[in-house]
């Protein structure tokens, strides 16, 4: 499984987020030239979060977790976020289609409307508690504080027990904010 989370930024489609499976592991991660934030869960439950620091890949998480096929419900691999804003959008690469990709997720810049930002997670979810886990998504998601985008959901071949997922999520406008008259209209 080879898959990205993409948006539109000036008529470009840019890639996010990039998720790959090997019989090894899962590797997952942002685009961001400077800090390369990315996260690998191996086969035997070796989880590593990686980062570049000035020019240097740091690990700044590691710790041995369950095995992937021995995982009993989800485990939250890494978070992140985006800014949609000339200074981030501009330095992801575009989108080019390759024969190794089996999915891609196209995210509408109307999303970052209001906020201009998205936040991510990614989940090794057991198959068997999907309904469970996206449940428990619009549960943590969807509440006051934050508005559940999307829950992207990609079937692992080497690891058919398990699937790999991609929650978006962005911050509610603060009430002041929705409570003033918007252009043209009144609240």
């Known amino acids: 499984m080879r898959a990205f989370v993409c948006t539109d930024y000036g008529s470009v ?3 996010l ?8 592991g899962v590797y997952v991660g ?3 030239k400077a800090a390369n934030p990315h996260a690998s869960y ?3 439950g070796t989880h590593h979060m990686k980062i570049v620091h000035r020019g240097t890949e740091v690990t700044s998480f590691q710790e041995q977790k369950l095995p992937i096929c021995s995982i ?3 485990h939250s691999i890494l978070g992140h976020g985006a800014f949609y804003e000339d200074s981030t959008m501009s330095q992801l690469p575009e ?3 390759t024969p190794k990709e089996t999915a891609f997720v196209l995210i509408s810049h109307a999303i970052f409307r209001h906020i201009g930002a998205l936040a991510m997670n990614m989940f090794i979810v057991n198959r068997t508690h999907e309904l469970e ?4 998504m619009y549960a943590r998601y969807q509440d006051d504080t934050f508005d559940l985008v999307t829950v992207s959901i990609f079937r692992l071949e080497h690891f058919p027990s398990h699937n790999l997922s991609v929650v978006l999520y962005r911050g509610k406008k603060g009430r002041q904010e929705a409570d003033q008259p918007s252009e043209g209209g009144e609240k």
């Open 95 to 97: 989108f080019r289609t």
């Open 30 to 32: 942002m685009y961001d």
């Open 72 to 74: 009993p419900t989800y």
């Open 133 to 136: 886990f996206l449940s428990q």
């Open 13 to 15: 489609i840019r890639k």
């Open 17 to 24: 987020v990039w998720l790959n499976e090997s019989r090894a």
């Open 42 to 44: 191996h086969a035997d």
